[in-house]
């Protein structure tokens, strides 16, 4: 479970400080799939990031798994996002130079996971997410769908229990975001819990679970359909109606 309790967060930008976050209480049933939706500048990203343990709280206190995030060591915080949490980000991050295997090994590398297995879960990934046949190419040489597919796979190389998605179809064409939103669905379906950031309507209206968040509140927690880990997820809904 992720909860949180009366976070903010707060930017020293300049003279006057900017609050990204104000007052935050949300609990997230492992296994669940949230959308959590509102316009730029309202603080769904900086959320994000404090769920992923990319940025900490101002105050107040987040718990994963029960467990005080503040309570954590830097090392044991990077242990943390490296095995247990996996990130979708919308502009890809992947790096140029580097082919789409070495992209999604690259998690299995910070943990000194040994080349040969490196390789052969990375392929692994990407066979899962229909991109072995591209696994050699260089992330220029492939279509913006299948750099967020390469993507995906990385999050998903160090099988982590909770997968978080930014924006993750805001470069892509309809087509090819209901593809990505059915990938995230699969991965939900097999009891991870996975947590989407997005202002596009269309994800939030099949989600069963909504948050909406503006100035830094959630203004709106909205849940309905089948209990955690059972339930259709955005992707799986917008794969449908597009079927």
Same mark, same amino acid.
């Given at each position: 479970m992720l909860r949180l309790r009366d976070v903010h967060k707060v930017y020293d930008v300049g003279t006057a400080p900017v609050r990204a976050l104000r007052g935050i209480d949300l609990e997230i049933e492992s296994g669940e799939s949230v959308v959590v939706m509102g316009p730029s500048g309202s603080g769904k990203t900086t959320l994000l990031e404090i769920l992923g343990c990319l940025s900490t709280p101002s105050s107040g206190r987040y718990e994963l798994a029960g467990e005080p995030v503040e309570s954590y060591s830097a090392d044991a915080l990077a242990r943390v996002r490296g095995e247990q949490i996996g990130f979708v980000f919308?502009?890809? =991050?992947?790096?140029?130079?580097? %082919?789409?295997? +070495? =992209?999604? +090994?690259?998690?299995?590398?910070y943990r000194r996971v040994p080349r040969r297995e490196r390789r052969a879960r990375a392929l692994a990934a990407l066979e899962r997410v229909g991109l072995a046949h591209r696994a050699d190419h260089l992330p220029g040489a492939v279509s913006g769908g299948e750099r967020q597919r390469a993507a995906v796979a990385r999050a998903l190389v160090n099988r982590p229990s909770l997968v978080l998605a930014d924006e993750p179809t805001g470069n892509l064409d309809t087509r090819t975001g209901e593809e990505i939103l059915a990938l995230?669905? #699969? /991965?939900?379906? #097999?009891? =991870?819990?996975?947590?989407?950031? %997005?202002?596009?309507?269309? /994800?939030? #209206?099949?989600?069963?679970?909504?948050?909406?968040?503006?100035? &830094? @509140?959630? +203004?709106?927690? +909205?849940? @309905?359909?089948?209990?955690? &880990?059972?339930?259709?997820? $955005?992707? #799986?809904?917008?794969? $449908?109606?597009?079927?």
């Open positions: 919308q502009s890809f =991050n992947l790096l140029p130079r580097s %082919t789409l295997v +070495e =992209n999604v +090994e690259l998690p299995l590398g995230l669905a #699969e /991965i939900h379906g #097999e009891g =991870n819990t996975v947590v989407v950031v %997005t202002h596009d309507p269309r /994800i939030g #209206e099949a989600a069963a679970r909504r948050l909406w968040i503006r100035d &830094g @509140r959630i +203004e709106r927690d +909205e849940r @309905r359909g089948p209990s955690p &880990g059972r339930g259709a997820t $955005a992707g #799986e809904d917008a794969h $449908a109606s597009a079927s």
